[in-house]
């Protein structure tokens, strides 16, 4: 079974519009992680964001702003008045804390297309 | 060097060639790994190197792949006898090993069989 579902494969926005991106994630530990990461078209992933299970606080930064749900096992991505840098792939990633070192599952990827 | 360092960054190769990928990770990331990337795909997990212990390699396709990360540092991905299928962007990516880390991706090798 899949542990991080991204079920949007490729979304279109038109630019300053909002999106946000779903990540559903499925663990049994109680302490786990949560990443997104961005990658532009030259290629590179960029990490952005690491979440822990237990902080459930939302974060901002700047047009981004992540929305962390335990209860419905989310962890979606905002971002606000899009831009077309924004532009890319972005991934989501979960990190389960029972074992040693950490092993990443990555969901499949949502495209995001930003039209100027 | 400052980031996760991948070589060739482009290999064309003909089928049925050998070709080894090169990763040099972030200095004290105990950390390796690899993934595969076709073309508008997601990450395909391949294998994950920590620290001394035995690497996980439950992601390699086919006994043609292999992966070594010699003194716990610079990692080697070797595919043997390629196949057109094995054309893909090969992704490494280092960590401090910690559940709690972020992994860091290089640039990538972008591979073609032909």
């Known amino acids: 079974a899949q542990k991080v579902t991204q079920a949007q494969t490729e979304i279109s926005v038109v630019e300053k519009e909002d999106v946000t991106l779903d990540c559903v994630y499925e663990t049994r530990d109680t302490t786990y992680y949560l990443f997104w990461y961005k990658q532009p078209p030259s290629g590179e992933l960029v990490f952005l964001i690491r979440r822990n299970s237990f902080d459930e606080q939302n974060e901002i930064s700047g047009r981004y702003s992540w929305n962390f749900q335990k209860s419905t096992s989310s962890f979606n991505f905002t971002i606000t008045a899009s831009q077309v840098v924004d532009s890319a792939v972005y991934f989501c990633?979960?990190?389960?804390?029972?074992?040693?070192?950490?092993?990443?599952?990555f969901g499949t990827g949502t495209s995001l297309t930003v039209i100027p | 060097g400052a980031g996760v360092s991948q070589s060739p960054s482009n290999k064309v190769t003909e089928k049925g060639k050998d070709v080894e990928l090169r990763c040099d990770p972030i200095?004290?990331?105990?950390?390796l790994y690899w993934y595969r990337q076709s073309l508008g795909q997601g990450l395909e997990f391949l294998i994950y190197f920590q620290g001394n212990s035995a690497p996980d390699k439950s992601g390699l396709p086919s006994d043609r792949f292999s992966a070594e990360r010699t003194g716990g540092s610079v990692s080697t991905l070797t595919i043997q006898r390629t196949q057109q299928e094995d054309s893909a962007v090969y992704l490494c990516a280092s960590s401090l090993g910690q559940a709690n880390t972020e992994a860091f991706f290089g640039q990538g090798t972008r591979l073609t069989v032909v």
């Open positions: 200095s004290g990331h105990t950390a």
């Open positions: 990633a979960l990190s389960e804390g029972r074992r040693a070192g950490n092993q990443f599952y």
